[in-house]
């Protein structure tokens, strides 16, 4: 099971293969399980940027981690910095992105990997589809604006000139768990927080 931005549990979107209690789903392929290295690896990645998310948290931003891989060295990472960075399009993808393209010296990221712990928004998934990263690997599945399979699928449209390899749902269950966690503890903080009668948007000052 996968989490939106909102908390929201949905499934792993296309087939879904179970090993090991995780659930990973290769969209390219319907047929094919994602070979053993290979699971390995990605759930090596996806600790990776589960520790960046968890950076996000503490400053107070949605927790989502990136890390951006290729020839098994990380070239690009980062984790949620809309808020911080007043850059609505500071997404953890974005600033993984924009990273690896300074470190290889091109905009184009061929034969990478991209590991993210929430599904890419339509934003990402652009931007993934313009840099030419060549497989998407993610953590819980985004119901509400997931495009990678469960809302839309720009990383494979016909449409586009470009198509990534997608497996979802790797370590869904901890990329979950820190979104649910986060969400919680900020509607406990507004819950609890003291109002101020002097506040026109609470209502009419006491006299």
């Known amino acids: 099971m996968g989490i939106d931005r909102e908390g929201d549990k949905t499934r792993s979107s296309m087939r879904l293969v179970n090993r090991n209690d995780q659930m990973t789903g290769e969209f390219n392929d319907p047929t094919a399980e994602v070979p053993p290295d290979l699971f390995e690896q ?3 990645w996806m600790r990776q940027a589960l ?11 949605v927790p989502v981690g990136a890390v951006l891989v290729r020839d098994g060295e990380v070239i690009g990472s ?4 809309p808020i911080g960075n007043c850059d609505p399009t ?7 992105l924009r990273q690896a393209a300074e470190h290889v010296g091109n905009y184009r990221i061929i034969d990478s990997t991209l590991y993210v712990t929430l599904e890419p928004c339509p934003m990402c998934a ?7 990263v060549g497989r998407v690997v993610f953590g819980a ?11 839309f699928n ?12 997608v497996t979802g749902g790797v370590l869904d269950d901890a990329c979950g768990q820190l979104l649910r966690d986060f969400f919680r503890s900020r509607r406990e903080a507004i819950k609890n927080a003291p109002v101020d009668p002097t ?3 609470n209502g009419p000052a006491v006299q």
């Open 51 to 61: 520790r960046l998310a968890e950076q996000a948290a503490a400053v107070g931003e």
């Open 154 to 165: 720009l990383l494979q449209s016909e449409s586009l000139n470009h198509r990534a390899a």
């Open 126 to 132: 652009g931007a993934m589809v313009h840099a030419r």
């Open 141 to 151: 599945s985004d119901p509400r604006a997931g495009a990678a399979g469960t809302v």
């Open 42 to 44: 990605d759930r090596l």
């Open 78 to 81: 980062g984790f949620n910095r």
């Open 199 to 201: 506040d026109e948007a």
């Open 90 to 96: 500071a997404h953890a993808e974005i600033l993984a």
